[in-house]
């Protein structure tokens, strides 16, 4: 069974920054997509950003100008760097990875992420 393993996440103060990281636990061949979700206490599961094994990425408009994604295909590793944090970005985040060969994705544990005020 693969896992995705989180780190990263913490407290931190508004205007601050936290890098998550992502990696699975055995490596999987032909990673499509790997990306953060967050889910705030009371709401759903937002996609925050991903990257497709070409480098592309895809980030939200909320969190534009201030996150950025990466990723290492070597290593199977995802990066959200995430700068100028605010209130409203606390939640729990949740890395995923999509193999489409196997029409599967895969979930991590999620990482809590809080900023405050």
């Known amino acids: 069974q693969v896992q995705l393993v989180e780190s990263g996440g913490g407290l931190v103060q508004a205007g601050g920054s936290l890098r998550l990281s992502c990696t699975p636990s055995?490596?999987?061949?032909?990673?499509?997509?790997m990306g953060w979700y967050r889910q705030a206490p009371g709401k759903q599961r937002e996609l925050v950003a991903e990257?497709?094994?070409?480098?592309?990425?895809n980030i939200v408009d909320s969190v534009k100008g201030r996150f950025t994604i990466s990723r290492d295909n070597a290593k199977n590793t995802a990066i959200l760097l995430m700068n100028n944090l605010k209130p409203e970005d606390t939640a729990v985040y949740y890395c995923?990875?999509?193999?489409?060969?196997?029409?599967?994705?895969?979930w991590g544990q999620g990482t809590q992420v809080t900023v405050s005020s």
């Open positions: 995923a990875a999509t193999v489409r060969l196997l029409a599967t994705t895969y």
């Open positions: 990257v497709t094994s070409g480098g592309r990425t």
């Open positions: 055995r490596i999987l061949l032909s990673i499509d997509v």
